[in-house]
RNA sequence: AGACCCGUAGCUCAGCUGGUUAGAGCGCUGUCUUGACAUGGCAGAGGUCGGUGGUUCAAGUCCACUCGGGUCUACCA
């Protein structure tokens, strides 16, 4: 016996991925014919998440797939320094030690960070390592690399220079703990419970006051106007008027504007531009500003100039009441309402629905607040990045992603790309003493780029992280140096990203790779789904339903998960409500299942256009599909062993019929999987190449083969086991760019075999279907499948007895060569369905026999003389009933002379030989039906 | 408010430009421990495709309306 070693992934996973990386064999091999790819970086402090694991695993399928095509391929690897997360994280840890991030100053602070960087920097691409993506490590990059901060300065400085950055006074989404400006993507809108208040503001100059009604009254001192629907009739007489701001001894003018919707609240609204993005555009057009004395008043629009009464830490200043000065919001909000009701002009409060702006990372209340901030004029670079995928050069599957991505560019505002953060890019610009900017790479630069002499200032801010992985498809590859990587692969093949992130970075890559490059970053886009829980339900950490793909992989305790899953919660409160979930989900904790498990079960649930919820059930399934695969090797060695096998024949393998029906079986398998991986179906990929493993080539090939392996004289053995390990072997290479470490050994195992060399890497082998096809006709092997089929059924409906053999009566008329592959087939057909005679004669009256169509022709079982028939006559009329169902509704449709004359003449044909078909199998079920009743 | 997606077997999902008897995995039922594999073999039960109406010779597949679930964008102070 050989050594029965039974799969497991650990054992041959371990070893496999480091002796790739080591030969490098996922750097590029050739300088023509080039597919590149490159992975969305991932935070370079983060770990991996199921997300990662499903777009690296298609990413790693793709690329594989493609080497073995013949192609140059380049999976470029990196990281990103993903500035707003990672400054968090760093702040958190230094707090533990009750260290603050200004106290330890700029330079200190990104020590520490970088500390951090290479403590856990490596966690990640361990990670994806371990998921064995063919990943080009020899030039791994990080966006704050020295290259690529280069890449990152050269970018600015030239769009600056071209105008196309400017630093703007305006209002920007502030998030007062991070003390940083965000970018409107950066926001979540949430709809919560809130408030609106309806406060009095008196006329100027009368007894009269105006209703106003607001959801923030503390904003009220930055008023700047009231403003009312100029075909509101109800205020026209107050237009032009002033009105008094309550508690706050100022007026402001009262405008009419037509964005104000007479229906909604009073129908009068006070305008703060200072703190309210619409009202900023309100001012603007009413040139809303202060005179010299400090009253409101309307304008040109150039005069527009908005107060802010808020700094920083959201907290108010400015010309307001003393009492109010340097009180937090919310604070000021109480005080306030207080006040008013005590002044009686607080009218109304109501209960209301809000939109509140929080800051994604923080979870912050954002506050719109005046700062100078640097801006990319995202119009005139979004023009020739929406034409690109107008007119196709860029195609987005699945298709419809594209309106999303229209949307968003037709609509683009200027983006805010400077942040008030220590960690990242620092913006390259230089102030003069009268605060003149100036590009620079460095301030020697500077001086003698401008020629300046006088004191040079450089800006504190740096660049929002995803300014740098915009030039992610060329910085990597060397820009702005004109290296040959730049030139082999670029522009890229395919990105695949995931929907949460277009208008982040597919968009911007876009935008600025067409500017810098003059040529597309990549030419298709595959969005892949979410991953969800089993529920669908998001995962996250306060959901407490994350899955590691990694503990997929390995395994873990039910304790270990809990300990993981309740880690550093940001509500400690939900801690029970998790543990009693995970428990009850994973009852024994999670098994090991490998990675090659784990990769199908993505691709299997890849399915385009939707999210997906990742049922664990699956997972288990898989494995079970690698341990098959894995016992298909087993039992080769076992023919070897029992054989001794030699290794002589593989010119005459197909020469066997039944190794050539399995080839073709292959070569068909492999166009299919083909033409799926071009269209991303990596679903129907997966089916494909499950059922040609499992059903065709374990189902039957082996079994067929078997009792072939016992009987046939030993020169048949040995062309059977040739054929078992071509096949295999071509099997393994089609199933490799999607379980690229259980193929990778049974491949070894399989030149072994062959005595040829077992360094050779499956990624450096050829797709079979790029192989001579060697295609004989083996219909009769289809044919014995569905005879032994037809005949199990039947068996296990009269529930026969293992022991009772059946005879088979072959057509009369079948051709010799025919009856000889039947003959052929003697041996299986006898233990696979307990046939064990094959005559070929006209049958008596007295024969116990039951007809089958097979193929258009009749066969007939033969039963043993005194069996009983009756179990059988009630089948073959249930049987009958279903086929005489199916006549009637054929013969009504050939019936139908609409049908006949407006059907396309090959389906009308279809029908016609379907019901010679029904017919004749109701004729035979009607015989034997007569004969037995 | 606008856009998009989904609703097919107990569960998770396929079903391409409308055309054979609507498929798979898991689960379930029965049966089998036979020398690749019980992480297995064999056989089977189970959906009329959310609803209504329409187009068509023909609709799960196209159209309209409708119910339910989800996502994104924009929002009325």
Redesign the pocket.
Known sequence: ?PN?S???PKDIEESIYHEWEQTGVFSPSDKVNTFSLMIPPPNVTGTLHMGHGFQNAIMDCLVRFKKMQGYSTLWQVGTDHAGIATEMVVERLLAKEGISKTNLGRKKFIEKVWDWKHQSGDTITQQLRRLGGSLDWENERFTCDDKYTEAVQHAFIELFDAGLIYQGYRLVNWDPKLQTSLS??E?????RD?K?WTIRYAIENSDTYVE?????PE?LFGDMAL?V?PEDSRYSHVIGKRAIIPTANRSVPIIEDS????????????I?PGH????YEVGQRHGLHLNDSGEAMTGETSMFLPISIMDKNACLHGEIPNEFKGLERFQARKLLLEKLGSMKMLVAEKD????IPIGDRTNEILEPLLTKQWYVDAKTLALPAIKAVKNNEIKFV?Q??E??YF??MD?I?DWCISRQLWWGHRIPIWFDENENAYAGTSESHVRQKYRIDGALRQEEDVLDTWFSSSLWTFATLGWPKKTERLELFHPTSTLVTG??I??FWVARMIMMTIYFMKEIPFKEIFIT??I?D???Q?MSKSKGNILDPIDLIDGITLEKLIEKRTFGLMQPQLEEKIIAATRKQFPNGIDSYGTDALRFTFY??A?????????I??I????????????????????IE?HDFEWNLEANAFMHPLNSWMHKQIIEASQLIEDHIRNY?F??AS?TL??LV??K????Y??LS?NLLTEAQKEQQKLLITGLIVNLEDIVKLAHPFMPFITEKIHRKLRAIQGKDQTVFLVNTSMPSLREPVIKDNGFINDAIQI??SI??I???L?LD?QISLALNVPQDISNEALKDMNALKAPLAR??GVENLIQQELDQSTHAINLLISGVKYQLIFPDNFNFDKIVESLRDKKI??VE?ID??ES?LN????I????QD??T??Q??LI??KK?NQYLEESINKYS
Not at 187 to 191: A, G, L, M, S, W
Not at 620 to 639: E, S, V, Y
Request: aromatic fraction near 14%; proline fraction near 3%; charge should be positive.
């Open positions: 016996m029965k039974p799969y497991l409107d993507l926001v979540i809108n949430e709809e809130g609106i106003v009604a607001t959801t923030r904003t403003a629907n964005y104000v919707d007479s229906a909604f609240g009073t129908g009068v609204v006070k703060t309210d993005f619409h009202d209301h629905r809000i939109n699945p419809n992603w309106k999303t949307q968003w609509n505002q929907f949460d277009i208008f789904g979410l969800r089993e529920n669908g998001k299997s649930l399915a385009p256009g939707r999210d997906i919820n990742f049922d059930g699956r288990g399934g898989f494995k079970n599909f690698c341990n098959k695969l894995w016992n298909a090797m087993h039992f080769i060695d076992f023919q029992k179906r679903d129907l089916v499950y059922e499992w059903s080539y374990c189902d039957w082996i079994e078997k032994i089929s199990r059924t068996r296990s409906e529930e293992n696979m369905c279903k086929i199916q509704l054929i449709k139908n002379q609409n049908f004359t407006k059907a396309p389906v009308v279809n029908q030989q379907k078909q029904l199998e």
